[in-house]
C-alpha cells in the first residue's frame, strides 16, 4: 500500500510564510509528478502548484511569485514553501501524485493518490 502523507499546515498571519511537506510511502517504483491542491470552505478543490518528474513546474495564476514548490526524489518528498501569505489562501491543502507503485504481481500505475489534507489559515 502506498499513502501520502502531509505535514506543515497551521496558523499564521498575513504575510507570513509556510512550508508544507507530502511524503509519499511504500512500495513505490516511481513518481511521475506531485503537486499541491486546496479547498477553501464552500469552494471546489483546484489546483496551486505540480512538478513533474524532470522538475517542470506548474503554478496557479492566484500563487505565483508567492509559492515554490520542489521535490526531493530520493526522498519521494514534495514540498510547498508559501511566503506572503494572504487570507484568501486559507483552505485545506491536500497532496497529490501520480505514481507507480510494485506489488507481488508486477506494477501498478495510480494516476490520482490523495493525501488527508492539511489545514492552512491565514489570519488577517
Known amino acids: 500500500q502506498v499513502q501520502l502523507v502531509e505535514s506543515g499546515g497551521g496558523l499564521v498571519q498575513a504575510g507570513g510564510s509556510l512550508r508544507l511537506s507530502c511524503a509519499a510511502s511504500?512500495?513505490?517504483?516511481?513518481?511521475?509528478?506531485m503537486g499541491w491542491y486546496r479547498q477553501a470552505p464552500g469552494k471546489q478543490r483546484e489546483l496551486v502548484a505540480v512538478?513533474?518528474?524532470?522538475?517542470?513546474?506548474n503554478y496557479a495564476d492566484s500563487v505565483k511569485g508567492r509559492f515554490t514548490i520542489s521535490r526531493d526524489n530520493a526522498k519521494n518528498t514534495v514540498y510547498l514553501q508559501m511566503n506572503s501569505l494572504k487570507p484568501e489562501d486559507t483552505a485545506v491543502y491536500y497532496c497529490?501524485?501520480?505514481?507507480?507503485?510494485?506489488?507481488?504481481?508486477?506494477?501498478?500505475?495510480?494516476?490520482?493518490?490523495w493525501g488527508q489534507g492539511t489545514q492552512v489559515t491565514v489570519s488577517s
Open positions: 512538478i513533474a518528474s524532470g522538475a517542470t513546474t
Open positions: 511504500g512500495r513505490i517504483f516511481s513518481i511521475n509528478s
Open positions: 497529490n501524485s501520480d505514481l507507480i507503485r510494485t506489488t507481488t504481481y508486477g506494477k501498478i500505475r495510480e494516476y490520482d493518490l
